[in-house]
């Protein structure tokens, strides 16, 4: 499967990052590159095989619901890049 | 001998003889920091916060309150947080990031007693295999090839620490490895570096790159002092759900334990091509050495080895993407202007992200896109099983296994920038642990034909780091390497 620069321009969208379109073409390639060389996994018989998502064999941990940390705005936006009386200043998404 | 030069341990018995104080030694180590710039390991130094860290430090030896690590000044990777100084991950879009809050591991060194020197480079956001994707600039390697002046690369990611114990500008520092970011920059400086079982060391307060594969560690000077070290950062903390509930010996009782009687399985597999001579005479010395000590060597096979990397290039990309996909400009970080929301959203992320990081994201992206999943995501989960199964499978015949650490000695900076496989296949020895969640150790062996340093790797099961370390410190006593790097920053 071939990467293209309409596949990359999607991802990029996808992954929010801004691409020149001069960039479509060569990150195509260097993507291909990377995927065509990963395509040898086809290789590997993984029948019946189950994905392993977890290294660790223990559940996930339950804990109380309860607030541990909080009321502390200032904490919280202290590396905002714009904040006002502890809010964080956001661009107007709905007109 | 300079107070720099010690091991953390000798470091430690000194302070508690009163030979000298904690104020004297960290003081010798900013002397050598400020002469050691040239090296880019330290993009951040906190000479006053040590000092002061130090006098408190001495303060609490002169009421007996005296921790393990009392009085011992460390360097830590910028992609631990801590609280009140700036961390980076070494990223643009985190250039003025201040946490409010310290990584479980960097306040139990605090908690022992250590003292912090200040914030060591690496990769942008751990990515890369030679330290050239730091948005401050490549750290050099203390080490250069006899009789030449070319800059080589310390190795990466966490190529700050490894240089920074290479040329004594620490006692230890800490760091992280997904793929080998501890392990191949430890083989590449002639330190010890190791990577414990996953879940040792709590990954709060560590910013994330591939959750189900990063873990923190050390790189020291001596396999005693990496123990030390790792005694201090491992524990259950039950802000990482992942985190292990059980309890930390003290490894370095494990240290200079008998290795007899111990299989010692040598994987055939890691063998690549191109690998120098030197590295396989290397890994057939180390064997020798374990078969003096009495250790039965056992050949096994790890048939899935050669999958591991490609596996390893879409499962960690595939968990930065939604790791990094945090980085929106809203909350904190960089944020650039656009004409509505996602042009905001954008031009941040291609502002603030370096070309190696978004090469990443965008991999990650494409193989959890619709349509993909499956084929990609899915298939490498499925090759991870595999080749932890393989490992299952050695576990019945022996009880570590020794490997080389990297197919190669350090190279010069830029030499691999421009090819992103031939800097993968860095890790092509250290990422199938990562990929198991099994201890690996690397530690220095020997020196090769230009007088670079070159490492071996201990791999151990689950949990099992007591015999890692008794492996590593057989390795370490029969190797006998002393070589460090020839002053010349």
Redesign the interface.
């Known amino acids: 499967m071939a990467i293209d620069a309409a596949t990359v321009r999607k991802v990029a969208r996808l992954a929010r990052i801004a691409t020149p379109e001069e960039r479509l073409e060569p990150l195509a390639q260097e993507l291909n590159g990377i995927m065509t060389w990963i395509e040898q996994l086809a290789e590997v018989d993984t029948d019946g095989c189950e994905p392993l998502t977890s290294v660790v064999a223990a559940g996930l941990p339950l804990r109380e619901d309860v607030v541990t940390m909080g009321g502390d705005p200032a904490r919280v936006t202290s590396n905002a890049p714009k904040s006002i009386n502890n809010f964080f200043v956001v661009p107007k998404v709905v007109e | 001998m300079s107070l720099t030069n010690l091991t953390l341990k000798a470091a430690i018995d000194g302070l508690a003889a009163r030979e000298f104080t904690s104020v004297e030694l960290t003081r010798a180590h900013i002397d050598a920091i400020e002469a050691a710039r040239g090296l880019n390991a330290y993009i951040l130094e906190t000479p006053d916060k040590a000092i002061d860290m130090a006098a408190k430090s001495d303060a609490r030896r002169a009421l007996g309150e005296a921790g393990p690590l009392e009085g011992a000044p460390l360097g830590v990777k910028d992609l631990f947080c801590t609280n009140g100084v700036r961390t980076t991950a070494c990223s643009k879009i985190l250039e003025?990031?201040?946490p409010?809050y310290e990584s479980t591991v960097t306040s139990q060194l605090w908690r022992d007693g250590a003292v912090m020197l200040g914030k060591l480079n690496l990769d942008q956001f751990a990515m890369g295999s030679s330290n050239e994707t730091s948005y401050f600039g490549p750290v050099t390697n203390p080490w250069r090839a006899q009789g030449s002046t070319k800059a080589l690369t310390p190795g990466g990611s966490s190529g700050g620490s490894a240089a920074a114990v290479a040329a004594d500008l620490c006692l230890g520092a800490t760091a992280t490895d997904t793929g080998g970011s501890i392990r191949q920059p430890a083989a590449f400086t002639g330190t010890v570096g190791i990577k414990p079982t996953?879940?040792r060391c709590s990954r709060w307060g560590v910013v994330a790159f591939a959750s189900?594969l990063d873990q923190a560690g050390p790189i020291a000077k001596t396999v005693e002092d990496a123990a030390l070290l790792l005694t201090s950062m491992s524990g259950h903390d039950?802000k990482d759900?992942?985190s292990?509930?059980i309890p930390v010996p003290d490894f370095t009782q494990f240290v200079g334990k008998s290795v007899k009687g111990l299989k010692i399985g040598i994987p055939k597999e890691y063998r690549v091509d191109n690998m120098p001579a030197e590295i396989e005479k290397l890994w057939q010395d180390g064997i020798a050495w374990l078969k003096e000590a009495g250790c039965e060597i056992v050949d096994i096979s790890l048939p899935?080895t050669?999958?591991a990397l490609?596996?390893y290039?879409?499962v960690a990309p595939a968990e930065a993407?939604s790791n990094l996909?945090r980085y929106?400009?809203?909350?904190?970080?960089?944020?650039e202007e656009g004409a509505?929301?996602?042009?905001?959203?954008?031009?941040t992320?291609?502002s603030g992200?370096g070309d190696e990081v978004?090469?990443r994201?965008?991999?990650g992206?494409?193989v959890l896109?619709a349509g993909?999943y499956d084929?990609?995501y899915?298939?490498?989960?499925?090759?991870?099983?595999?080749i932890?199964e393989d490992f299952d499978n050695a576990w019945t015949k022996c009880d570590a296994i020794l490997t080389p650490t990297a197919p190669s000695a350090a190279f010069g900076l830029g030499e691999n920038s421009n090819d992103?496989?031939a800097m993968y296949l860095n890790d092509v020895f250290t990422v199938t642990t990562n990929?198991?969640?099994l201890p690996g150790l690397s530690l220095p062996a020997g020196l090769d034909a230009n007088g670079l340093p070159l490492g071996l790797q201990i791999i151990g099961k689950?949990l099992d780091e007591a015999t890692v370390f008794s492996v590593a410190g057989a390795v370490e006593k029969a190797a006998g390497f002393t070589a460090k790097a020839e002053k010349w920053w």
Not at chain 2, 340 to 347: A, F, M, V
């Open positions: 003025n990031f201040v409010t996953y879940g189900s039950p759900s992942t292990l509930d899935h050669k999958y490609p596996a290039y879409i993407s996909a929106d400009g809203m909350r904190y970080g960089l944020r509505n929301l996602t042009e905001i959203y954008e031009n992320r291609a992200f978004k090469r994201i965008l991999i992206t494409y896109s993909y084929a990609y899915l298939k490498a989960l499925k090759v991870r099983r595999r932890a992103p496989i990929l198991a969640g689950p």
